[in-house]
């Protein structure tokens, strides 16, 4: 940090055995909460000693401290607390500075077994849980990291196992960066399943191997690409469109006129990774056009900030967006 107006901000925690935890182990937490938030962040035993400097040093020493005091509260009710809880508080109260973050990692989503119990790391991401949940169509727009295929899964995968839906359906367009199916090697079966491997990693992320092996030869969950919708209704079935900024027009209406009685569908897509040739239009971007003021649908923008990867992707696109900004 440059020299200039310093502010230095004291918290003294309670008990030094949840104040160690809030740390973590040889203070990682402590120096992730630093470098996220451009302060200096020390301990002495069981307090901590914020000091920042230059250009907004009040709202970021402000930010640190709150980070601090709610992840300590969450810790104190017995929740564990990991790095990557430390970088999302800090997403979330840069965002909305008067939001509590022990509410955004409240309302857990359970993935159908005892496995693995999944909760909202952002705002967005709790809106979006919220919008599949009331609404029959969701589009969820925004990079990749942000969760968007993962929680859709996660929530097909729940809503599955409640009997809310009979079956699973998981689609993909096979298209990629410059590569076409027939260059790849064996029969259809193998061309198109490295397009959706990304859908089986969520799946068995959250079900038992065999399991998902079982229900795929039962049909109650089904990974295929998109071309293989046409001419189907689904009924009763929870259905997820990956990669959507990938579709044509055209595809897009095929899969939306897909939906029977009792389904709902979730449509994910990255509209700065367009692979389409460059004569084609993309059918989440037309969509999005048409269907913002449908009721029934729901859309849901993601940024950056929702990345719940590894912090460096963040800061990757980040440096991407402003390089197109500069139109280079």
Not at 115 to 144: C, H
Request: proline share 4%.
């Amino acid at each position: 940090m440059s020299e200039g107006k310093a502010l230095t901000t004291k918290l003294e925690f309670d008990d030094g055995r949840l104040a160690s935890q809030l740390f973590g182990p040889q203070n990682t937490h402590l120096k992730l909460l630093g470098e996220r938030l451009d302060v200096r962040v020390e301990s002495r035993g069981a307090t901590v000693i914020i000091r920042a400097e230059d250009h907004d040093a009040e709202a970021r020493a402000e930010i640190a401290a709150k980070v601090l005091t709610q992840l300590y509260a969450m810790i104190r009710a017995g929740k564990s607390v990991y790095a990557q809880d430390v970088d999302f508080a800090c997403r979330v109260l840069e965002r909305q500075p008067s939001a509590d973050v022990g509410n955004v990692f409240k309302t857990d989503l359970f993935a159908g077994t005892a496995r693995k119990a999944i909760a909202p790391k952002s705002l967005n991401q709790r809106e979006y849980l919220q919008a599949i949940r009331e609404s029959d169509l969701t589009f969820a727009v925004g990079p990749a990291g942000t969760g968007k295929t993962y929680l859709a899964v996660a929530m097909a995968v729940g809503a599955l196992s409640r009997r809310e839906v009979k079956r699973i359906v998981l689609t993909r367009p096979a298209v990629e960066a410059g590569e076409k199916l027939g260059f790849l090697p064996g029969d259809m079966a193998e061309k198109i399943n490295p397009y959706l491997r990304p859908l089986y990693d969520a799946l068995h992320d959250m079900l038992d191997f065999n399991k998902v092996g079982e229900l795929q030869e039962t049909g109650v969950i089904e990974v295929a690409p998109l071309a293989f919708m046409r001419g189907r209704t689904l009924n009763d079935a929870f259905v997820i469109l990956d990669e959507a900024q990938n579709t044509t027009p055209e595809q897009m209406k095929m899969f939306l006129t897909r939906l029977g009685f009792g389904s709902r569908a979730v449509v994910t897509g990255d509209v700065t990774q367009i692979d389409l040739p460059s004569h084609a239009r993309s059918g989440l971007l037309h969509a999005r056009r048409i269907l913002t003021d449908v009721k029934g649908i729901s859309f849901v923008d993601f940024d950056d900030r929702d990345v719940v990867r590894h912090p460096l992707v963040g800061r990757i696109v980040q440096a991407y967006d402003r390089f197109e900004e500069r139109g280079e």
